[in-house]
């Protein structure tokens, strides 16, 4: 039983900044891959960022040079510093992540419950 929550959303004007933070919780018995993804009205959930255990990233190419990713593997979190935001990043950004849990020891993939970004004028 693990649980991802998510912190740091609200309303930005653009080029201002946020930070995202997601705290896993449970029996957790290692993390992998965490990351951010994000989802607009009517559109796909799509990839924003990744971060493996060994901090090796990846960044959507629309964020790239705007967002970082980190983690902190001994607290099991992961976060999003979001700079120069636009319009488009507006959207629901879910944490996820790959999580090991004391017990089955095998890999699941979680979702955390999502939070709002807003960039508007």
């Known amino acids: 039983q693990v649980q991802l929550v998510e912190s740091g959303g609200g309303l930005v004007q653009p080029g201002g900044s946020l930070r995202l933070s997601c705290a896993a919780s449970?029996?957790?018995?290692?993390?992998?891959?965490m990351g951010w993804y994000r989802q607009a009205p009517g559109k796909d959930r799509e990839m924003v960022a990744t971060i493996t255990r060994g901090g090796a990233t990846n960044y959507a190419d629309s964020v790239k040079g705007r967002f970082t990713i980190s983690r902190d593997n001994a607290k099991n979190t992961v976060s999003l510093q979001m700079n120069s935001l636009k319009v488009e990043d507006t959207a629901v950004y879910y944490c996820n992540a790959d999580i090991s849990d004391i017990g089955s020891y095998r890999l699941i993939n979680y979702w955390g419950q999502g939070t709002q970004v807003t960039v508007s004028s």
């Open positions: 449970g029996r957790i018995f290692i993390s992998n891959v």
